[in-house]
């Protein structure tokens, strides 16, 4: 079984990942959506919100689990068996960022990245900017899933 980490903080989940994890399901036979937890960021929405933004646009397709977790992303890749770590890339500094990421996960283990880019139509989109727009009530519905929502 072919089995892909794509992990993040998915501080929302937006069309760019969902995107990434569509496109995923159709290289690997499971695609695992890892959210990171560092108790030093401060998060937008809570563990439990974007998890559940997760699973509910992937709810109709089995080749998608949604997990957390702590510690070295290599690490959790052996933990549950992956063999392929998944990343979008939306523009050249995401290259040279995820590059040397990729490389020192290299070095760690025998883990492999592999790297969609990401589509024309969602490339521009990153959690920050939605998160930006939510602050400044903008309409940031077209920016990610319809499980997305914020509460009034």
Same mark, same amino acid.
């Given at each position: 079984?072919?089995?892909?980490?794509?992990?993040?903080?998915?501080?929302?989940?937006?069309?760019?990942?969902?995107?990434?994890?569509?496109?995923?399901?159709?290289?690997?036979?499971?695609?695992?959506?890892?959210?990171?937890?560092?108790?030093?960021?401060?998060?937008?929405?809570?563990?439990?919100?974007?998890?559940?933004?997760?699973?509910?646009?992937?709810?109709?397709?089995?080749?998608?689990?949604?997990? #957390?977790?702590?510690? =070295? &992303?290599?690490?959790?890749?052996?933990? +549950?068996?992956?063999?392929?770590?998944?990343?979008?890339? %939306? *523009?050249?500094?995401?290259?040279?960022?995820?590059?040397?990421?990729?490389?020192?996960?290299?070095?760690?283990?025998?883990?492999? #990245?592999?790297?969609? =880019? &990401?589509?024309?139509?969602?490339?521009? +989109?990153?959690?920050?900017?939605?998160?930006?727009?939510? %602050? *400044?009530?903008?309409?940031?519905?077209?920016?990610?899933?319809?499980?997305?929502?914020?509460?009034?």
């Amino acid at each position: 079984m072919k089995r892909a980490l794509f992990p993040g903080s998915f501080d929302p989940l937006t069309l760019g990942h969902v995107d990434i994890i569509t496109r995923g399901v159709t290289l690997f036979d499971e695609v695992i959506v890892a959210i990171g937890v560092n108790a030093d960021k401060k998060y937008m929405f809570s563990l439990d919100d974007r998890k559940r933004f997760i699973e509910e646009t992937f709810k109709d397709e089995p080749k998608v689990k949604v997990v #957390t977790y702590k510690g =070295l &992303t290599v690490d959790f890749c052996h933990e +549950i068996g992956a063999e392929f770590i998944l990343r979008g890339l %939306r *523009n050249p500094a995401d290259f040279e960022f995820e590059k040397a990421i990729a490389h020192t996960n290299r070095h760690l283990s025998t883990i492999e #990245t592999v790297f969609l =880019l &990401t589509a024309a139509r969602t490339s521009f +989109i990153a959690s920050s900017i939605v998160r930006d727009v939510i %602050r *400044n009530n903008g309409d940031y519905t077209k920016l990610v899933p319809d499980s997305v929502r914020v509460k009034p």
